[in-house]
């Protein structure tokens, strides 16, 4: 049975291997090049520098800025390749997952395996695991080697709880892959042939990922705040990546005045002009910058939670996958 599986899934694992091969040849140069200018303009010790304290003093973020902006403008355009990145566990779905039974049913060969004394149970095990031990390998590898080449631009104030920039680092996308093929060997049993069963997982993955991303994932813990002054010396510390969920400029008796926004008045005699203008809009003596923000700090628990999640999704998708089998003519 292992090797009738083998033989029907070669040409996946090889145009697999092939995928990653050529995946590899473009992330291994920019990667080292990314590294590689990132330590050595002396942005990796400016920007360590600045610790992991939600605050750092405005002098020393203004003298990490140049390098920074020098740094993203040289690899601007990498930033779209990452962006393609969050496609690959679909991709990964559609191709391995979704064929899987949906094939077998569409061409009839289903009946040849169960009349030669192999029960559905142990067929759709044998597929199953099969198919989701090389999955589980290719992801792993994804994620290593994505999350490796996204370090720089991540530390580079990118972050890592950016929409997207988050779903291609850390161990979510093993999650997010293994989810793809369970929705899309459930999708097999559905529909029992093969574009209709691509269809739904590409429909279904969207729609999860989406929900995941925008109703669920701010909400895995409590957010903080943070409050500083109109005119502090300090403000927010790029390099702690924190995530910012809202923000904007409270009065003294903290009530929010103006959403979306922020004060970096100079210190000092020459902070008069812009205090008066404050003042013009509400915000007094005591008013303060604010945000709500989840802590760069509680990354891999976010990973953690989000991993969890689909992980819990697959196993579900995967028994609901085998009790359709059983009903299968």
Same mark, same amino acid.
């Given at each position: 049975?292992?090797?009738? /599986?083998?033989? #029907?899934?070669?040409?996946?694992? @090889?145009?697999?291997?092939?995928? &990653?091969?050529?995946?590899?040849? *473009?992330?291994?140069?920019?990667?080292?090049?990314?590294?590689?200018?990132?330590?050595?303009?002396?942005?990796?010790? !400016?920007?360590?520098?600045?610790? /992991?304290?939600?605050?750092?003093?405005?002098?020393?973020?203004?003298? %990490?800025?140049? @390098?920074?902006?020098?740094?993203?403008?040289?690899?601007?355009?990498?930033?779209?390749?990452?962006?393609?990145?969050?496609?690959? =566990?679909?991709?990964?779905? *559609?191709?391995?997952?979704?064929?899987? $039974?949906?094939?077998?049913?569409?061409?009839?060969?289903?009946?040849?395996?169960?009349?030669?004394?192999?029960?559905? @149970?142990?067929?759709?095990?044998? +597929?199953?695991?099969?198919?989701?031990?090389?999955?589980?390998?290719?992801?792993?590898?994804?994620?290593?080697?994505?999350?490796?080449?996204?370090? =720089?631009?991540?530390?580079?104030?990118?972050?890592?709880?950016?929409?997207?920039?988050?779903?291609?680092?850390?161990?979510?996308?093993?999650?997010?892959?293994?989810?793809?093929?369970? @929705?899309?060997?459930?999708?097999?049993?559905?529909?029992?042939?093969?574009? =209709?069963?691509?269809?739904?997982?590409?429909?279904?993955?969207?729609?999860?990922?989406?929900?995941?991303?925008?109703?669920?994932?701010?909400?895995?813990?409590?957010? +903080?705040?943070?409050?500083?002054? &109109?005119?502090?010396?300090?403000?927010?510390? =790029?390099?702690?990546?924190?995530?910012? &969920?809202?923000?904007?400029?409270?009065?003294?008796?903290?009530?929010?005045?103006?959403?979306?926004?922020?004060?970096? %008045?100079?210190?000092? /005699?020459?902070?008069?002009? !812009?205090?008066?203008?404050?003042?013009?809009?509400? &915000?007094?003596?005591?008013?303060?910058?604010? #945000?709500?923000?989840?802590?760069?700090?509680?990354?891999?628990?976010? #990973?953690?939670?989000?991993?969890?999640?689909? *992980? /819990?999704?697959?196993?579900?998708?995967?028994?609901?996958?085998?009790?359709? $089998?059983?009903?299968?003519?």
């Amino acid at each position: 049975m292992i090797w009738l /599986t083998w033989k #029907q899934h070669r040409k996946q694992a @090889l145009f697999a291997v092939i995928g &990653l091969a050529a995946l590899a040849a *473009l992330m291994v140069p920019t990667g080292l090049r990314m590294h590689e200018v990132f330590d050595d303009s002396g942005l990796a010790s !400016c920007l360590a520098k600045l610790g /992991t304290d939600p605050l750092a003093a405005n002098a020393a973020v203004d003298s %990490c800025n140049a @390098l920074s902006t020098q740094f993203r403008n040289q690899f601007k355009s990498l930033s779209f390749v990452g962006i393609l990145f969050v496609i690959l =566990p679909l991709l990964v779905g *559609l191709f391995f997952g979704a064929p899987l $039974i949906s094939r077998e049913v569409e061409h009839g060969t289903h009946r040849f395996v169960w009349t030669q004394g192999v029960g559905r @149970l142990r067929w759709a095990l044998v +597929k199953f695991g099969l198919v989701g031990a090389v999955t589980i390998l290719l992801a792993v590898l994804y994620a290593l080697g994505v999350s490796w080449w996204y370090a =720089p631009m991540a530390a580079n104030g990118n972050g890592r709880f950016g929409y997207l920039w988050f779903d291609v680092q850390g161990i979510a996308p093993i999650g997010y892959t293994l989810f793809a093929v369970a @929705l899309g060997i459930f999708a097999g049993t559905l529909s029992r042939r093969v574009l =209709p069963a691509m269809a739904i997982t590409l429909a279904g993955f969207a729609v999860v990922r989406i929900a995941v991303e925008t109703l669920a994932r701010d909400h895995y813990m409590s957010a +903080k705040t943070l409050t500083y002054g &109109l005119a502090s010396t300090q403000g927010p510390n =790029p390099a702690s990546h924190d995530w910012v &969920l809202s923000q904007g400029l409270r009065d003294a008796d903290g009530k929010l005045v103006l959403e979306n926004a922020s004060v970096g %008045c100079p210190p000092a /005699t020459d902070a008069s002009s !812009c205090m008066r203008e404050m003042a013009e809009r509400g &915000l007094g003596p005591g008013s303060s910058n604010w #945000q709500l923000y989840q802590p760069g700090d509680r990354f891999w628990a976010f #990973q953690g939670i989000e991993t969890g999640i689909f *992980l /819990t999704l697959a196993v579900l998708l995967a028994l609901l996958a085998i009790r359709r $089998i059983r009903h299968i003519a």
